[in-house]
């Protein structure tokens, strides 16, 4: 998908973006302890150890039922004081506690540090939906792309590695130069899921050079998958306002063009956004997956973590 892209950047304005951004990743412990009676909303989860409620019951102190005793039941669980009311034995049963695997794809082309703004929110939105997954022990994976020299962080899992994820993201920029062709985000789909057989799939980026997003969403599938697409667009990108003759840079492929940007000019921007936005929450819903466009200037906790909560993203 393509569309357009008024970004004007330069190399300076890049690096100042993307240092104030990271200087701006701190989050106090009063947030990180609001953050800890969150959860991503996870349909998938894996056998492997963690604090999500699983959906397998056996004998486990975590009691929601009962069962009739069976030759080799542990003792441990069975209900005594059932067998002394009832005179059967019954075993209490439990749900073992699973872990989800999380996988975030965090877009570090260069339109993503156009603005400040907007790479700061796609920091943030990277360290806390990482936070929610390891806090809960679920096994995380942050992934850049395109990849470039940048490796990915995890897999890793537990609160205690978030000190990690936070040093990481405020290591990693976006990238300086363009590629042509612009690369794809299948293959990051493909390469982010190729380890687990299921979970929850966050895509954080602007969309501007996408063209592959369909393709991408059928390398998770619906079936053994939560797809989450946040698009993060800058508020100059949402709705630009009129400042007269101006060259523009397209931050992805460096092309300039001039142009009058009056009110007319704005207002036919709009409705073309409006349609290439429409499409993408289009794609994204026939493919079952959830979008959401975030607008840069949201602040995190105030905006972006309630509104989706009310989109059923987080719990």
């Known amino acids: 998908m393509s569309g357009p892209t008024p970004h004007a950047a330069h190399d300076a304005a890049h690096d100042a973006a993307h240092d104030a951004a990271r200087e701006a990743l701190l989050f106090d412990d009063a947030f990180v302890r609001r953050l800890e009676r969150l959860a991503l909303r996870v349909r998938q989860v894996a056998p492997a150890v ?56 965090l877009d570090i082309s260069p339109s993503m540090a156009a603005t400040g703004d907007k790479w700061r929110l796609a920091l943030e939105l990277a360290a806390a939906l990482g936070w929610l997954g390891l806090s809960r022990g679920d ?8 990849r470039g020299g940048a490796a990915p962080w995890g897999p890793a899992s537990g609160a205690a590695r978030g000190a990690s994820l936070l040093a990481w993201l405020r ?43 369909d393709r ?4 998770a599938p619906r079936a053994r998958w939560d797809r989450v ?3 993060v667009l800058d508020a100059r990108e949402i709705r630009p306002v009129a400042t007269g003759a101006e060259t523009l840079v397209d931050s992805e492929t460096g ?23 429409d499409s993408v929450a289009t794609r994204c819903a026939a493919a079952g997956a959830a979008w959401a466009l975030l607008p840069a200037d949201w602040p995190l906790e105030q905006a972006v973590v309630p509104y989706l909560q009310h989109r059923g993203m987080i719990e």
């Open 50 to 105: 963690g604090s999500r409620s699983g959906q397998r019951r056996t004998p486990a102190a975590d009691f929601v039922d009962h069962r009739a005793y069976s030759p080799g039941d542990d003792l441990r669980h069975i209900d005594w004081p059932a067998l002394a009311r009832h005179d059967a034995v019954f075993v209490k049963l439990g749900r073992v506690a699973q872990a989800a695997e999380v996988r975030i794809l």
């Open 171 to 213: 290591a990693i920029g976006p990238a300086h130069t363009p590629t042509s062709p612009p690369p794809g985000i299948a293959d990051a789909v493909r390469a982010a899921v190729s380890d687990a057989a299921g979970g929850v799939l966050l895509i954080v980026s602007d969309l501007w050079r996408v063209d592959d997003l």
């Open 229 to 231: 697409v946040l698009q």
């Open 139 to 146: 096994r995380v994976v942050v992934a850049p792309w395109p």
């Open 216 to 219: 991408a969403l059928t390398l």
């Open 255 to 277: 092309e300039r063009l001039t142009l009058q940007i009056d009110e007319a000019l704005c207002d036919a921007y709009v409705a073309a956004l409006r349609t290439r936005l």
